[in-house]
Nanobody, 125 residues
Framework: QMQFVESGGGLVQPGGSLRLSCAAS????????VGWFRQAPGKEREGVSC????????NFAESVKGRFTISRDNTKNAVYLQMNSLKPEDTAVYYC??????????????????WGQGTQVTVSS
């Protein structure tokens, strides 16, 4: 079964940090770019960041630039999202998904597949 499993979410105070992990199984991970998305209650799912096949191409939503970084380890079939300087507006369920191709975009969920169940991130004092 082809899927992602997200982990690493939790409750953190504003200004704090979290590192999310996304583990892939059941498909050839190396052939896909991977994106992180998030969905807050009552809002549409939005793109956060994505990383290309080789790990040298990265894309970020304007709202997280300078605060979040993304990396991947193809030997472990894993992608990581390091989130620093967290804000209450970062509160959401975070998902990862894959899209074929060297490059990637976070402007839309279109083209992404193998969605995981998500991990909850809550930023609150």
């Amino acid at each position: 079964q082809m899927q992602f499993v997200e982990s690493g979410g939790g409750l953190v105070q504003p200004g704090g940090s979290l590192r999310l992990s996304c583990a892939a199984s059941g498909f050839t991970f190396d052939y896909y770019a991977v994106g992180w998305f998030r969905q807050a209650p009552g809002k549409e799912r939005e793109g956060v960041s994505c990383i290309g096949i080789g790990g040298d191409y990265r894309n970020f939503a304007e709202s997280v630039k300078g605060r979040f970084t993304i990396s991947r380890d193809n030997t472990k079939n894993a992608v990581y999202l390091q989130m620093n300087s967290l804000k209450p507006e970062d509160t959401a369920v975070y998902y990862c998904a894959a899209t074929p191709g060297y490059y990637c975009s976070v402007s839309s969920v279109d083209g992404y597949d193998y969605w995981g169940q998500g991990t909850q991130v809550t930023v609150s004092s």
